[in-house]
């Protein structure tokens, strides 16, 4: 068995939907670990793992002794309103019928008035499976057999209890016996004894024996009747399973013929109208930024060159505005200072004042062609460069988003090209349609049976209470004892019997599982000499410890840390040989271990406990270095985070000193 996902809805301190993928990555990374302080959620994940595979039956450490409808309404987060209810989903893979298969149980419940409603469905490969949900009870024990269930599913309690000598036995007596089915026998000979103490001969007088042989007449025929109703509703729900393969096979071959996308055919034309106005609008915002200035850019060269022609005019005009204002300038100044120089100096100033009127002409002497108006120079400013550069960035990203548009339309046509005619999937359609048809109108009969099967049955129940209630009258007239001597004589044969057969059981496996518990403990043990050999006593199921010398071990010599080590030990042994391939769930499994022992487990136990191992840890438990140490066998990590604010639980990727956390759905 392979758990692929857990989805919470409401369920104890989880408010609203909560959807965790359990999937490991790669066999070699088996763990999926979770974090959480106490109170934040972990048993309560555990619990649900327990209740939506098993209901009623499941053996959940919030329960104690409340009624199981309680159970359920305290389930419900106290935060949702009256009318909302709970739910679990749990998908997994297993093998089933030689195949291996996906699972999905979906358990719900709301509260109705004192009561609960509670519904169950569950389906194989995605098809809901009237049989499955009604036989779940049986295959969830071809699955995951709820009395081994505790080998795989535990706490740190249970590995409490087993470090503790005075309780050991108990806990390992009930494991054996779950594990070898000896609590079957031991129910056996209770309900030997049970027959021993009840059964009497009726020698009553004969208008008692008269009645009581028409009321027992009545039970048989009741009886009789609740047979046919049985046998009439499992006709019926073998109908359903046979429609439901019927549907299942269409549905396939409608699959493979590509009915799906004929189904989905008008949603893939309206996207392809879609892509298509899309991609109008690009080109229309494309031949906007066309019909612009940007066209300028195929000439940007000669742009520049125009901007640079521009300057050496602008700077040539100015030349000659300046040698027209020298000019006059020149004749002013000698007129003003010449008769006050000789007539060298004077004759110096006039050649400088030339000179310097001859190099400002120069200046000038540019080859004028543009021709432009006064005002191109800010128009140049504001298309070069920085609006040409501008309006090329947002082209380019139109582009680009066309190309993408006219990807995407050409795989929308390859798909509209490959979904088929209408008149290629009209049978299959029609044959799927048939077999939905049919399909409900068999559940529609299993209900009907169904309900004159309760009938039957509160009718055999009636018949039954009436008998006995004759019984009882006439129990001062029962004297059979021939008939009792009989019946506890062979009764007291039978639970000799099935003693012999429990011991024989026990000496044939008894062997088995003490050498899985000593391979187990010696992988853990850090002491390797510490311990050589290990016996379980057939009749108490006291652990015995032997050194190297065959000498007796006391468990009270051992360290808490190594008891500790030692219940993990019986544990994964016995789990080991039960042959079921099944996850292993441990919840605060470190509590009373020192860090040496705690780094054994983590090394040893931890990656090698399963083909996947769900870890429920605080954050003093598995620490950062305990963290490093597991890290590579760790395929998902999650934190259970707890609100006071709102009251609830929420979950989010990582661990607490693990990568930035996200919200998990």
């Given at each position: ?15 609203g ?7 490991p ?6 763990i ?13 994940l ?94 969830v ?25 005075e ?101 893939i ?12 609008e ?103 460069p ?30 509209l ?12 359609s ?10 409900e ?28 209630r ?33 011991r ?125 140490v ?36």
């Open positions: 068995m392979l758990l692929r996902e857990i989805v919470l809805h409401n369920f104890g301190g989880y408010r939907r909560h959807s965790i993928d359990l999937t990555p790669s066999p070699s990374q088996p999926i670990l979770f974090g959480g302080l106490n109170g934040a959620g972990k048993t309560t555990l619990d649900a793992m327990q209740l939506v595979l098993y209901g009623k039956r499941a053996r959940c450490a919030g329960r104690g002794n409340l009624a199981y409808d309680e159970y359920l309404r305290r389930c419900v987060n106290r935060s949702v309103a009256e009318r909302e209810g709970a739910a679990l989903e749990l998908c997994f893979e297993a093998v089933f019928d030689g195949v291996v298969a996906v699972f999905r149980i979906h358990r719900s419940w709301e509260r109705a008035g004192a009561g609960v409603r509670e519904h169950l469905a569950v389906s194989r490969d995605d098809i809901d499976s009237m049989l499955l949900t009604e036989r779940w009870d049986e295959i024990e071809e699955l995951m057999p709820l009395d081994i269930s505790s080998l795989f599913f535990f706490d740190g309690e249970k590995i409490e209890a087993l470090a503790d000598p309780r050991a036995g108990l806990v390992i007596a009930t494991a054996v016996d779950s594990l070898l089915g000896l609590n079957l026998l031991d129910r056996l000979s209770v309900d030997l004894v049970a027959l021993e103490r009840k059964k009497r001969a009726i020698t009553a007088d004969s208008d008692t024996r008269e009645n009581l042989a028409k009321l027992e007449e009545a039970v048989a025929s009741a009886r009789a009747q609740r047979a046919r109703a049985l046998q009439e509703k499992a006709s019926r729900l073998n109908e359903v399973d046979r429609t439901e393969t019927v549907l299942r096979s269409a549905r396939d071959a409608f699959r493979k013929q590509g009915g799906e996308l004929f189904e989905k055919k008008g949603q034309e309206h996207r392809r109208q879609l892509l298509s106005t899309q991609l109008l690009i080109e229309h915002r494309l031949f906007d930024v066309a019909a612009g200035p940007l066209p300028l850019r195929l000439v940007s060269d000669l742009l520049a060159q125009v901007v640079e022609q521009r300057g050496r005019e602008k700077d040539a005009s100015n030349a000659d505005l300046m040698a027209e204002a020298l000019d006059g300038r020149d004749s002013d100044m000698l007129v003003a200072v010449g008769p006050a120089l000789s007539k060298s100096a004077r004759a110096k100033l006039e050649d400088f004042l030339a000179a310097d009127r001859v190099e400002r002409s120069r200046l000038a002497h540019v080859p004028r062609y543009l021709a432009v108006p006064d005002d191109i120079d800010q128009r140049l400013a504001f298309v070069w920085n609006e040409l550069g501008r309006l090329a960035a947002q082209t380019s990203d139109l582009l680009a988003a066309r190309e993408l548009v006219i990807a995407e339309i050409d795989e929308v046509d390859r798909t090209a490959a979904v088929p005619a209408a008149d290629a999937v009209a049978a299959l029609a044959q799927c349609d048939e077999a939905s048809r049919l399909l109108e068999a559940r529609a009969r299993h209900t009907v049976a169904s309900e004159l099967v309760e009938e039957a049955a509160r009718a055999v129940a009636d018949h039954e209470a009436r008998l006995q004759a019984y009882r009258d006439a129990s001062a007239t029962v004297a059979g004892e021939e008939d009792a001597r009989r019946i506890v004589d062979h009764a007291g044969r039978v639970r000799e019997t099935l003693d012999l057969f429990r024989s059981l026990l000496d044939r496996h008894l062997s088995s599982i003490e050498a899985a518990v000593l391979d187990s403990l010696r992988r853990l043990l850090r002491k390797q000499q510490l311990i050589s050999d290990l016996r379980l006593d057939p009749d108490t199921f006291e652990l015995g410890l032997f050194d190297r010398d065959g000498n007796r071990v006391s468990t009270e010599r051992l360290s808490a840390g190594e008891r500790q080590l030692l219940a993990v030990a019986l544990l994964w042994g016995l789990a080991r040989v039960s042959g079921k391939q099944l996850p292993t769930i441990v919840d605060t499994p470190l509590g009373r271990l020192d860090s040496t022992h705690r780094r054994l487990i983590a090394e040893r136990y931890f990656p090698n406990a399963s083909h996947q191992v769900l870890l429920l840890s605080t954050d003093e438990e598995i620490d950062q270095n305990l963290l490093d597991i890290r590579p066998s760790i395929g998902r990590m999650y934190e259970l985070r707890y609100d006071d604010a709102t009251g609830s639980t929420s979950v989010v990727d990582g661990y607490f000193w693990a990568e930035e956390a996200s919200h998990v759905a």
